[in-house]
DNA sequence: ACCTAAAATGTAAACGTTTAGATTTTGTCG
DNA sequence: CGACAAAATCTAAACGTTTACATTTTAGGT
């Protein structure tokens, strides 16, 4: 027995006034007597009212509505991300749409079209393919956007990144300070920023301590667990061995640590090795592992900020601006000379 | 200089039909001539339309958009359950509406008004409080619910369940098999189904095997890692310690055993572990950790099955189902005897 | 009591679809 | 060629708000 749903309209009868009045008291606009708020305030408890939103939605031509589009909702960093951003937009009475691309080019343009569809009011993107001209459709609609981690090439977009070449440099610099000089990667794709500008950090570091750069010693992964593995183990192959492994993502640190656990290739004692982005794993580690570490949560509130700027006003900012959060090396033990 | 949507009605004019044959081929109704068709999608093409959702919407009375309300994102165990519901709705074309309750009642009684207004068409949701009478306002709206990893007891809704009381079971038995008799376990919150169950399962294996069970080594927690940390402290400040440590669930694991850690109280030569729930520690961890472990991507599919299983028509089960998939218990050398 | 400005309330159009039901077009068959 | 059923298309109402503008009520001043 499905009860039918209230409107406004029942609410102004039962209370005896127009559905204008009704609406100014539901949307506290103030400018009504006292008297008829009561009233109107008890039909809409007695009848149970509730606004409904694609109404309203319909002629505001707004929703209140964020879309998020990551890759992979399971990878910690993002987890982070997001929390960050969704507890910043309930707080500005947003809500979010969350889907993940599975750093898929056609999942990304899919889900990007379904948001136009839905009307979105804004976008907070970590796109799969920087370079990619597939989001063309969505950046004709003039709904703001925020590219968070990546950039946008082609687009001119509101950015949020960290400082990556500067955190691998710091990373880079700490292990020669430390006395080690045969230093691998495992770098993230190139075609993405973070992937490209830790891999920037990591040679300006070497070149200003003077140290040669070792194509063998330059493994590529694609910030999966999996080619992280296999990275290690490619090192781990060589006849000449670094003696000290820098990697580019948390998942990447997990996949070269699980291969170095397996080859027995100790860290602290064949290696020295410090990772992107802090990991679970790094306080029980032994020995403890050094880390660049930034803080996802306040990444995300930032980006839902730069967002609303754009929402609220769409002139506040004629030019792209862009952020760029420090990250902080925090140092264990995996990064000490044996 | 914004440029004014174009709706279905431009369409319809510039291809010199009415808004009716419009829906109809973008809803691939059939039942309109080839050549007319072709003029309509020339239309659209020239014009770059995109239906507006909210209006579909307004008349069909269905959002296409489930709400998913979970304590907090950041736990690997949720972050997982999400992502299995995601790719699952957007495979049958859904959108997901994400908010995160961290585990506060009055969040997710706003929230919940809140999924109210933008009437989705669905609701999975991990509550805070089982037995609470806050969602009131939201089930007298016949709206379909899930309820993934917590039961809601005052409300008839299919439920997801993993089977607590047989996994922990099993984990007893099995460190009872090992000689263990000194077993500790660390709770979760006992207003909760997997905080009580476990327990439960916890108690009938001790009994079972004919071990007594001691106050003492019961040690209750909330879930969260500072509280695993401090019942680690407070078993390890114990006269008579225990000789094993269950701990119910992954976020409590991480703070015991960085407890563990810090006071040197070694797993494998004084303790034996097991965990509900796997976390990435457990390979790293020397020894390797013995971990009850299920699948959560899995779990998330299921639920929104369930839920798609009432959206789709309401009639189909009277009563309310229940789903409870088995965890499976991953031996490794933290349960072996010293 | 009357006038008037301000305050309160009301009226009705608009938002962009979908969809019954009405109407027109098409094609087949005698 | 006309009749008729089937296929294609159209018309217009409905969905539940918001809001500009119109109208009525209120209250203060004379």
């Known amino acids: 027995m499905k009860k039918k749903k209230t409107t406004i309209l029942d ?7 127009s559905v204008a009045t009704v609406s100014r008291v539901v949307n506290k606009q103030g400018g009504v007597k006292p008297r008829t708020e009561k009233k109107i305030l008890e039909a809409i408890a007695e009848l149970g009212y509730v606004r409904n939103a694609i109404a309203r939605s319909m002629v505001r031509k707004e929703t209140k509505t964020i879309g998020v589009l990551i890759p992979d909702i399971t990878n910690p960093f993002f987890s982070r991300v997001i929390s960050g951003i969704e507890r910043e937009a309930v707080r500005r009475g947003y809500h979010t749409i969350l889907s993940s691309s599975q750093d898929s080019e056609d999942i990304e343009r899919n889900v990007l079209d379904n948001f136009l569809e839905r009307g979105i009011d804004g976008l907070i993107i970590t796109t799969s393919n920087e370079y990619g001209q597939h989001l063309e ?3 004709d609609s003039d709904i703001p956007v925020v590219a968070v981690d990546r950039q946008l090439h082609h687009y001119e977009v509101d950015t949020v990144l960290s400082g990556n070449r500067e955190g691998a440099y710091e990373a880079i610099q700490h292990l020669t300070n430390q006395g080690f000089r045969k230093i691998a990667i495992i770098r993230g794709p190139q075609s993405t920023t973070p992937g490209l500008e830790r891999y920037r950090g990591y040679k300006k570091a070497l070149n200003d301590h003077g140290i040669d750069i ?13 080619s992280g593995y296999q990275a290690a183990r490619t090192l781990y ?6 003696d000290a492994v820098f990697s580019s993502n948390n998942l990447m640190s997990m996949g070269a640590l699980k291969a170095m656990n397996e080859l027995q290739w100790e860290i602290g004692k064949d290696l020295g090795f410090i990772g992107f982005d802090d990991i679970d794993i790094s306080t029980f580690h032994k020995p403890n592992l050094t880390m660049i570490a930034r803080n996802m949560q306040h990444l995300g509130k930032v980006s839902f900020d730069y967002l609303r700027a754009r929402m609220d006003d769409e002139n506040e900012f ?18 000490k000379r044996p």
Do not use: C, Q, T
């Open 318 to 335: 004629k030019h792209k601006r862009e952020y760029i959060m420090s990250p902080s090396l925090i140092i264990r033990d995996s990064s």
């Open 11 to 17: 609410v102004a009868s039962l209370a005896n006034v």
């Open 137 to 139: 459709r969505f950046m």
């Open 237 to 242: 192959s060589l006849e000449d061995k670094p």
């Open 214 to 226: 070792v194509e063998e010693w330059i493994v590529d992964g694609d910030f999966g667990e999996e």
